[in-house]
C-alpha cells in the first residue's frame, strides 16, 4: 500500500518562496514516476512536474521557470521548490506517484495514480 505523506505548505507573501516535501512508502520508490498537481477550489487539478527515476523532468507550461521538482531516491523523498511566488499560485498542492516509465504529468494523470492528502501554498 503506497503512502505519500506532504509537508512544507504555509502562508508566504507574494514574491516569496516556499520548499515542498512528500516522503513516499510502500513501493520500491527509485522505480516509480513521481510528481506534483495542485488544484484550486472549484477547479480540475493541474499537474506542475514530474519526475522519473532517472531524474528526468518534466514541467507543464504553464509552471516553467520558477518552478524546480527534485527527488532523493535514498530518502524515498521528493521535492517542490517554489520561486517567486503569486496570488494564483495559491492551491492545494498534492504528490503522486505511478508506475510509468514516460514520466509526464499528462501520462500521470491517465494511470493508477496514488495521491497523497496535500499541502495547502496561500500566497498574498
Known amino acids: 500500500h503506497v503512502q505519500l505523506v506532504e509537508s512544507g505548505g504555509g502562508s508566504v507573501q507574494t514574491g516569496g518562496s516556499l520548499r515542498l516535501s512528500c516522503t513516499s512508502s510502500?513501493?520500491?520508490?527509485?522505480?516509480?514516476?513521481v510528481g506534483w498537481f495542485r488544484q484550486t477550489q472549484g477547479n480540475d487539478r493541474e499537474g506542475v512536474g514530474a519526475?522519473?527515476?532517472?531524474?528526468?523532468?518534466f514541467y507543464a507550461d504553464s509552471m516553467k521557470g520558477r518552478f524546480t521538482i527534485s527527488r532523493d531516491n535514498a530518502a524515498n523523498a521528493l521535492y517542490l521548490q517554489l520561486n517567486n511566488l503569486k496570488a494564483e499560485d495559491s492551491a492545494m498542492y498534492y504528490c503522486?506517484?505511478?508506475?510509468?516509465?514516460?514520466?509526464?504529468?499528462?501520462?500521470?494523470?491517465?494511470?493508477?495514480?496514488?495521491w497523497g492528502v496535500g499541502t495547502q501554498v496561500t500566497v498574498s
Open positions: 503522486a506517484s505511478v508506475w510509468n516509465p514516460n514520466c509526464t504529468t499528462i501520462s500521470m494523470a491517465r494511470g493508477d495514480v496514488d
Open positions: 510502500g513501493h520500491t520508490y527509485g522505480l516509480y514516476c
Open positions: 519526475i522519473g527515476g532517472d531524474h528526468t523532468q
